[in-house]
């Protein structure tokens, strides 16, 4: 497996506190915590999503075996932040992966479903359409309409930093 010296360095200059990410010591609490393992891990054949790799993969500056793998090795996670919270090293997980996601959109292989939640974020500024049904349940619960958004002070903001263009 070869290893790629740059991608190394910028995990490390991406994490917070970079001293700490070194001090993984692949205990796998954060994989026996993750909801996103639990539900897609075959432990017969020990395929599925599993944060504990992401890391090591990410400290060894193995790139490609996290880049090549299918799209759940990085896009399963949810952000659920459980992983943070469980970690004995204190090593935010969750922006190493981000740091990973953003880097597979710069490359362009991100997974369909990112690429059409943000293009309905784009033309309705919501991530969730809204839906007759919620909408007479909120009236029901003498909840009040939920505003409409300005899509385009939406639309502006996400012109401002390029996200307009990564969309396919
Ligand atoms: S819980 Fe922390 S120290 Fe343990 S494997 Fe996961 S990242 Fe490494
Ligand atoms: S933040 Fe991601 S990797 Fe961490 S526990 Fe949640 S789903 Fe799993």
Not at 66 to 91: R, S
Not at 114 to 138: G, W
């Amino acid at each position: 497996m070869a290893i790629d010296f740059e991608f190394r360095k910028q995990v490390m200059d991406h994490h917070i506190g970079s001293e700490v990410i070194k001090y993984c010591y692949q205990c796998s609490r954060c994989a026996d915590n993750c909801p996103v393992t639990a539900v897609t891990t075959d432990f017969y054949t020990t395929t599925g999503y599993n944060p504990r790799s992401n890391i090591l993969n990410a400290l060894l500056g193995y790139k490609d075996a996290i880049f090549a793998a299918d799209e759940l090795a990085i896009w399963g996670c949810t952000v659920c932040d459980t992983c943070d919270e469980v970690c004995p090293q204190n090593i935010e997980l969750t922006e190493v992966f981000t740091f990973l996601k953003n880097q597979s959109i710069a490359q362009g292989k991100g997974p369909d479903f990112i690429y059409a939640q943000a293009k309905a974020v784009f033309d309705s500024a919501k991530a969730i359409p809204s839906q007759p049904a919620i909408e007479r349940r909120r009236q029901q619960m003498g909840l009040p309409a939920v505003a409409a958004p300005d899509v385009n002070e939406v639309q502006t903001l996400l012109k401002n930093i390029g996200a307009d263009k990564k969309l396919k």
